[in-house]
């Protein structure tokens, strides 16, 4: 039985999860580093250790320190949140080797998966499609570009431990192709530690629709929709919703199917995302699998009514899913919009500092998970993420027309912030048609008028 949990994260998502094991009965014990001395999740957890100093590589991606406090405060289980440790097979190994409870699938599917070269092949092997690319990494820049030139320009180059639409480089032809490569590679090396790259067909204006997997320790896998994540900038997401507005029931239903055979290919276990590209025709394709909790899980959470922090805990205390296929029912629509300390009007330079006044919105179908207050200062050691805002309703319209009430209540100053760029989207007719790709917020940026992007 999970009594104890060690909380490997910080900010809203560390929030999140000591928020779901108090409501489990389970006392939490925060990390932080010394840049968060005051932040939200130290003051909620039942105990919080100091471990090292602001920098990530100091502090939340140093496994050996978070390891001994874990063993310091003798905990069952260790939630590692997203980014820092989540995906890091090492990590997971050594909490299994401590006999500590990594909430997440095993170590080697964490390997597998992260590898997308790897994944792609895993998946491919079960009948799951995916992008026609390379057969796995490719040694170097002239292989790469023979299989450019076989699989037909445009492609994108991918790094095999890439993530955070980082170590990625779109090349249009053979003359740009080399210089490409060698960029992704660098960038890749530099953020990941790994140049290793593989190649795939460079789909346009594609959306990115991916499905949430829950996967108990019994067998027993189910998919609880679909969030569409078409609405991004620099392949990084900036507003999720569930459920997609492209699909109908019988491509949902096909889509589920195939995700659920692609976690069954990983043997997996926990809470996961498989990914999909779609095209206009509706023809879906793998792209990876996270193998953690996403960022925008809770949009699945307001859509379904099933709380995936809950379940995580759960399946990894031995517990049986308690539920069945039949029983997800995405009977609400949800939105989500990423808040972010950033100003979109200087090419969406992170703009860290004090927060003097924070009023956030509320009322009925609202959810702002965050971990800021009046007066706290965004420290510019970590992602300039600051919170989330979700609304829900029956429908799409009420969801969105709320979005909008609640982001024209949002008050956030001393600080630059995205709010008013999303407000600017809520309402254009494109996105509200539910017509927005991956290619939409590109599109839009080159139409507003700059004045939008400002916060009132
Ligand atoms: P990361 O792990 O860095 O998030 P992904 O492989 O999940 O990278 O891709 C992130 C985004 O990049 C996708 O949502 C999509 O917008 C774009 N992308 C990735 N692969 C392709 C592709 N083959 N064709 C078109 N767009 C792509």
Do not use: W
């Amino acid at each position: 039985m999970i009594s104890k949990v060690l909380i490997a994260n910080r900010g809203e998502i560390a929030l999140r999860i000591a928020r779901a094991c108090r409501e489990l009965g389970i006392r939490t014990i925060a990390v932080y580093s010394e840049a968060d001395e005051q932040s939200l999740h130290v003051q909620l957890a039942d105990e919080a250790i100091c471990i090292g100093p602001p920098a990530s590589a100091e502090s939340y991606l140093r496994g050996d320190r978070i390891m001994s406090a874990a063993e310091i405060a003798d905990v069952d289980a260790i939630h590692p949140g997203y980014g820092f440790l989540s995906e890091n097979a090492d990590f997971a190994e050594q909490c299994e080797a401590c006999n500590i409870l990594f909430i997440g699938p095993r170590s080697e599917t964490i390997r597998k998966m992260g590898d997308k070269a790897l994944a792609r092949e895993t998946v491919s092997k079960a009948g799951v499609p995916i992008i026609p690319g390379s057969d796995g990494p490719v040694e170097n820049e002239k292989e790469a570009l023979r299989v450019a030139k076989k699989i037909g320009f445009p492609v994108i180059i991918k790094a095999v431990s890439g993530g955070g639409g980082r170590g990625m480089r779109i090349a249009h032809n053979a003359v740009s192709f080399t210089k490409e490569f060698l960029t992704a590679k660098m960038e890749a090396e530099k953020a990941f530690g790994d140049g290793t790259m593989y190649v795939e067909k460079y789909l346009e204006s594609p959306r990115h629709i991916e499905f949430q997997i829950l996967a108990d320790k019994h067998g027993k896998i189910l998919h609880l929709g679909e969030r569409d994540c078409s609405v991004q900038r620099r392949h990084q997401k900036v507003i999720e919703e569930a459920p997609s507005p492209f699909l109908d029931k019988s491509l949902r239903n096909r889509m589920g199917k195939i995700a659920i055979k692609a976690a069954e290919a990983a043997e997996y276990e926990n809470a996961g995302t498989i990914e999909f590209l779609v095209d206009a025709k509706g023809n879906f394709y793998f792209i990876e699998m996270n193998t953690r909790i996403q960022v925008e899980h809770g949009v699945t959470e307001e859509a379904t009514g099933i709380d995936l922090i809950k379940e995580q805990i759960q399946i990894a205390d031995g517990q049986r899913l308690g539920f069945d296929q039949k029983d997800v029912i995405l009977s609400k629509h949800a939105i989500e919009c990423r808040i972010c300390a950033e100003n979109p009007a200087a090419n969406f330079a992170p703009s860290p500092g004090e927060i003097t006044l924070y009023y956030p919105p509320g009322g009925h179908g609202v959810r702002v998970d965050s971990h800021v207050y009046g007066g706290y200062t965004v420290s510019p050691h970590y992602d300039s993420m600051i919170g989330k805002l979700m609304t829900y309703g029956r429908t799409r319209k009420i969801a969105l027309d709320r979005m909008y009430r609640a982001l024209s209540e949002y008050l956030i100053r001393g600080i630059h912030t995205n709010v008013g760029l999303c407000k600017s989207i809520v309402v254009d007719p494109a996105f509200r048609q539910g017509e927005a790709t991956t290619s939409y917020v590109e599109e839009f940026l080159k139409r507003a008028p700059k004045e939008l992007f400002e916060p009132k």
